[in-house]
């Protein structure tokens, strides 16, 4: 429970003190929400301490782009959202004396260790459901304000209140390390754990988070109704999900004003009373059509709200601001993504949304296409290769989304591949919790099988990737299958 986490914060403060020897910082961080939000909470941090930093990403930490951040002239690099899986790598160059690194990750670390490296799993707290990236920089920004004792914020933090003291001490950045969070599915059982749910309590205590339990949907600000019903498909409700006339029969027969000037209204503009009536007759028809007590149960999970954002605006849901991410830093606008992070309400938000409109276009094609063409099922798991009609960037996301649909079972992990250069294949692996309690570590399982056929991978127990040399894929799934039939016996 959320109690402080003496020996994290201990470390936190060791890299903020070295944060704060630097004369000037290079910022390095991952192309996905909590990569985004990583760095927008470091970058805020930094600039809080009145620490010069420039800030870069990267899709992958390899030998390349380590060397083109050693090729720059900063002697101190701060790496969010990744770095302790590349330490070995990053070793190298350390030897070498070319820069100190500092790393808030929380991804399974390489057999080797430096100095400043905050990883929750260094501290017996799970990487995968209990802190994400941005909850690692969330730690090292509460340190840097106490460290640094702010001295830019002193001064920005004039408007009084709650916010100015929250910001004095960066409690104020618990609403992008929520948003991380959530981002990486770290909400487990319907809510997020542990160190997590301790930022939670920060954020709440700021006044920059909301928490309360509400329907368990994706959408809630932004999709009209219909929608809302119809795509929700983690609780399959027959006649609703999937079912676009069924989605809008319900609604219809439901004793509400639900559109407005011939718009269909959202979630997130109704009255807690016609939320009450919808979520109801939800509920009723779930069980009179024989959904399982169990699923009806995950109909309702914690929303996390961020109360400072417009209501009816992908701001406003922690699950909805992350998947605009997504959107932008999948598709190497990672730039419009930290504008929107660092406050950016016109320009960027403008064209994150357009961005947002492509994602999620591109998501429901890649599930279509995967679920159309189905997956070949070897013992242990089940794999597809798009090729080159799914991005590699989002080719994961699409693979755990696609879970469950028909011919793609949720009891064994799934791989899935799409090119990425002429030479490399990069691989994505989806897996369940449920199969993480059965013994399941995707992060060993891609680690190992792409270095037996010379690549390299890692990541979590539940999700991870690898890359690979093309021509490969079959003896990569071939070695997979067999860790995986030792790590699930
Ligand atoms: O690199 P990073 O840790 O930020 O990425 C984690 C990835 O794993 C995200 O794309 C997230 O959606 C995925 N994930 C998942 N299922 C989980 C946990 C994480 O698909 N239960
Ligand atoms: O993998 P990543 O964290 O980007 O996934 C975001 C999650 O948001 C998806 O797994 C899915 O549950 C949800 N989502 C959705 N509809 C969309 C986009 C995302 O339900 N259009
Ligand atoms: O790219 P994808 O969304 O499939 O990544 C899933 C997880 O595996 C992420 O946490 C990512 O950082 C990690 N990963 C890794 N090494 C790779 C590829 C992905 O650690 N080569
Ligand atoms: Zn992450």
Redesign the pocket.
Known sequence: MAGPIPDLEDRATRCAQRLCEADRVLLAS?I????LTSAAIASSALERAGIPFETVFEKQLDEAAVADIAATDYDTVLFT??GSGQLDVIGDREDAGDFTPVIAD??QPADRETEYHLNPLLFGING?SEL??AGASYVLARALATVADNRTARSVATDGGTTAAARADNRDLAALAVVGAV????A?GGELHGANAKIVEEGVDAGVIETGKDLALYGKQTRPLPKLLEYATDVHIPGISNDQQGALRFLDGLDLELKRDGEWRRWSGLTNDEKQTVASALVKRAVSSGVPAKKIDQLVSTAYVLPEEPVGTELRDASEFSTLLNATARYERADVGLGVCLGDRTDALERARKLLREHRRNLSEGIDLVTREGVTHADNLQWFHAGDRIRETIV??VA?MAMGNAGISRSKPIIAFAEKNDDEVKVSA?G??NLVRKGLDLSAVMGDASRVVGGDGG??D??AGATVPTGEEEAFVERADEILGEQLS
Do not use: K, P, W, Y
């Open positions: 991952h996905d929400a909590d990569g959202d990744f929380h991804h995968a994400s990236g981002g990486d599915m770290q487990s994961g996301i755990g989806r369940t919790h990541g979590h539940v999700a």
